[in-house]
């Protein structure tokens, strides 16, 4: 292991609404990590699209908790250094971790240790750091939200993924050929031969008349819709869902937050599920053990060097990614 150096190099922003022309190439001090935290050798990084959210504001004034501010959650790399507390890892070991207070675009970063888990030579440092916050996000939403079992005991479900092609999509779609799921899934007309090699039953392009009015193929009826896309109307998801059917939404703003009220208000049969995502451990520990028998396969959309990681976030604003836009120091 190389002696860890006293600075490294990062990208730092430094106010609300910057976007791209804010990112900012500095050298800044390693950081230390505390009693509980592992400090990583950054091999891999990936953006999300809340990286850039947080950078317009979506949770001003808490996140980020000041500026400047080294965004990025996901990250996979080499422990060099452990916090007096850490139990579970060991100097040389290879993780992969979500941080909770950004860090991943940098050569090293802090992380918690209930927040890292192993790497198994199986999964590259790439496979890996595309996992945390899309796959967790995916993860999260079929078991807790959709209340779906991943081990094909439950009863057959007809689930709906929107935007399939995206980092979360992608994720979405592999997990429910582990349920008892028929899947329809939406996204361009170029990603449709991807989108079914996941293991799509049925896929829609969302620029058509069927596309946009979610209308299942064969006629069915979703239980569960997984909306990982955005604008689309309650009123047609209501018109696709059966008697009781969810829809869990990934990207909750206002609107869907007033609408989960009034639908508990008014004892509505169909329901509408916010996503908050928590690192949680063992559902990443679940991922990753996946991904080392093969059972799932992160879709890389690109690769970028620190030095340009402005492309990567260019990228990701854009909205465009096919799987997982990822960054290297
Ligand atoms: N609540 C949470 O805790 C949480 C956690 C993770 C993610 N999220 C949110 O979930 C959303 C999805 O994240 P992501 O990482 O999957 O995004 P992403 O990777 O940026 O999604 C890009 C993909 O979406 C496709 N797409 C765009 N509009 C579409 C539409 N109307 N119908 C079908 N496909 C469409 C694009 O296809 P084309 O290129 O063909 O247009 C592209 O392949 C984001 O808003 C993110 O912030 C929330």
Redesign the pocket.
């Known amino acids: 292991m190389d002696k860890i150096k006293s600075m490294m190099r990062a990208v730092q922003y430094s106010k609300y609404g910057g976007g791209v022309a804010d990112l900012k190439h500095v050298e800044v001090p390693v950081p230390s990590p505390k009693k509980d935290e592992v400090l990583i050798k950054v091999e891999t990084a990936s953006i999300?699209?809340?990286d850039w959210?947080l950078q317009d504001g979506v949770a001003r004034p808490f996140l980020p908790r000041k500026f400047p501010h080294i965004p990025g959650t996901d990250v996979a790399g080499e422990v060099v250094q452990v916090g007096s507390d850490v139990q579970s890892f060991k100097v040389g070991e290879n993780v992969v971790a979500v941080l909770g207070n950004g860090g991943a675009l940098a050569e090293y970063a802090v992380a918690n240790e209930g927040s890292t888990v192993s790497r198994p030579p199986e999964v590259s440092a790439r496979e890996a750091a595309a996992l945390p916050?899309?796959g967790?996000?995916?993860h999260?939403s079929l078991t807790q939200l959709a209340g779906l079992k991943l081990d094909g005991t439950g009863p057959e479900v007809n689930v709906l993924v929107?935007?399939?092609?995206?980092?979360?999509?992608?994720y979405a779609v592999q997990l429910l050929k582990l349920a008892n799921a028929h899947v329809t899934a939406?996204?361009?007309?170029?990603?449709i031969d991807l989108v079914r090699s996941l293991g799509a039953d049925e896929v829609?392009d969302?620029?058509t008349p069927d596309?946009v009015a979610l209308k299942s193929p064969s006629g069915r009826k979703y239980d569960v819709i997984i909306h990982?896309?955005?604008?689309?109307p309650w009123s047609t998801f209501e018109a696709n869902l059966t008697s009781k059917g969810k829809v869990v939404?990934?990207?909750?703003g206002f609107g869907t937050l007033m609408s989960v009220a009034f639908k508990k208000i008014t004892f509505a049969k169909k329901q509408l599920i916010?996503?908050?995502?928590?690192p949680k451990k063992e559902n990443l520990e679940f991922l990753v053990k996946l991904v080392k028998e093969g059972k799932l396969k992160p879709v890389i959309?690109s690769v970028h060097p620190l030095s340009k990681a402005e492309e990567a976030w260019a990228k990701?604003i854009?909205?465009?990614?096919?799987?997982?836009?990822l960054v290297e120091p």
């Open positions: 999300n699209p809340i959210k916050i899309a967790l996000a995916a999260q929107t935007a399939a092609s995206g980092g979360v999509g992608q939406t996204c361009g007309a170029r990603n829609l969302y620029r596309g990982c896309a955005h604008n689309i939404d990934t990207t909750p916010p996503l908050f995502t928590s959309d990701s854009d909205g465009h990614a096919t799987g997982k836009i």
